[in-house]
């Protein structure tokens, strides 16, 4: 009997649209719900695109702020449409569902585009590509650009594979645009995902063959701030436990049935990396039978699993839960990232 993905709610209906569309038209697509203090910076960054052929959908997902009234003010500089409350992906697939563009570039309310991020990438697009994608800086809740530093332009899925490179490192959502074709032949983004949805899309576009391709440079600002229920803001332990867990079951079923190639024991020991890593971080929180459920998954996904460098020496002198123990207790109090 074939395994069934314990998640898993794509929209099919995307392949009616998937060839009706402006050739060279960019559809930049805003989901947006009680967005009402970032939503105009956002819909002016991609108004204020120097690409010259751009159109600006915007979804309001049940907000019950002044969204929908900011959206109304823009009269037809804009597409607008309002439905109750489904959640950001499939607000996007909404978005899609309307779009008229050959390309989709995705924004979130809250973030913003750097006014060449819509030129820059489409320069980039070679005749097969299906995705290109950029950097992201962060900024805080008022725009300014906090420390920190793009991972792409090391080139990471050069040593790893992309497969494995969208679920460790992530694409952010509005770092790629897309060819519109690829986006409605994997059904868009799984609505039944309520956080996690960019490392799932773009797996499953790596894995029904986009190809892809990397454009250096800054696409757009990355809001980081507490009120819009980001994960990083989030007590996931306590509200999800198994989240990530559940994720890595996902996936692994996913390359299982949709790779030519199977699950390769590379992508096997990604997933048992992601999960030390979050044994290591619910142990640095106090969390240890959380952690320790996670290292128990760990190793019943990849027995005699050992983290690279100095990590994977501490496992093999120690063994790996003391080494996750120690590790959480090393990020606790600063003496490790």
């Not at 320069?123 to 299906?130: C, E, L, S, V, Y």
């Not at 959380?290 to 063994?319: K, M, Q, T």
Request: proline share 5%.
């Amino acid at each position: 009997m074939a395994q069934r993905l314990p998640i898993g709610q794509t929209r099919d209906s995307l392949a009616e649209v998937a060839r009706d569309f402006q050739p060279g038209l960019v559809s930049v697509i805003i989901p947006c719900f009680n967005a009402e203090r970032y939503l105009r910076e956002a819909i002016d960054s991609a108004l204020a695109q120097t690409y010259p052929q751009v159109e600006v959908v915007v979804i309001d997902d049940g907000s019950s702020d002044s969204s929908a009234r900011i959206m109304r003010e823009y009269g037809e500089r804009i597409t607008c449409r309002s439905g109750p409350n489904a959640g950001a992906c499939s607000a996007r697939n909404d978005g899609v569902s309307i779009s008229t563009g050959e390309f989709i570039q995705f924004l979130d309310a809250d973030d913003v585009l750097v006014p060449d991020a819509v030129e820059q990438r489409m320069a980039a697009f070679t005749q097969g590509a299906g995705m290109v994608f950029g950097d992201r800086v962060h900024v805080d809740d008022v725009g300014h650009k906090l420390a920190y530093e793009s991972p792409h332009p090391d080139r990471g899925w050069d040593e790893v594979g992309f497969a494995q490179y969208v679920i460790i490192t992530n694409i952010h959502t509005m770092e790629p645009l897309h060819r519109r074709r690829w986006v409605c032949e994997v059904g868009g983004f799984d609505e039944a995902l309520p956080q996690g949805q960019e490392p799932d899309f773009h797996l499953r576009l790596t894995l029904a063959g986009c190809p892809f391709a990397y454009s250096p440079g800054i696409v757009g600002g990355f809001r980081q701030h507490a009120s819009m229920q980001r994960i990083g803001s989030s007590t996931w332990w306590r509200t999800d436990p198994e989240r990530y867990m559940r994720f890595a079951r996902h996936y692994m079923i996913l390359v299982t049935q949709r790779s030519a190639d199977g699950l390769t024991p590379e992508f096997s020991r990604a997933m048992a990396g992601m999960l030390c890593f979050h044994s290591v971080e619910l142990a640095a929180r106090g969390e240890l039978a959380l952690a320790r459920r996670y290292h128990d998954e760990l190793i019943r996904l990849l027995p005699g699993f050992r983290p690279h460098g100095l990590a994977g020496v501490a496992a093999d002198v120690f063994g790996l839960w003391r080494s996750i123990r120690v590790g959480g207790w090393a990020r606790r109090f600063g003496t490790s990232r």
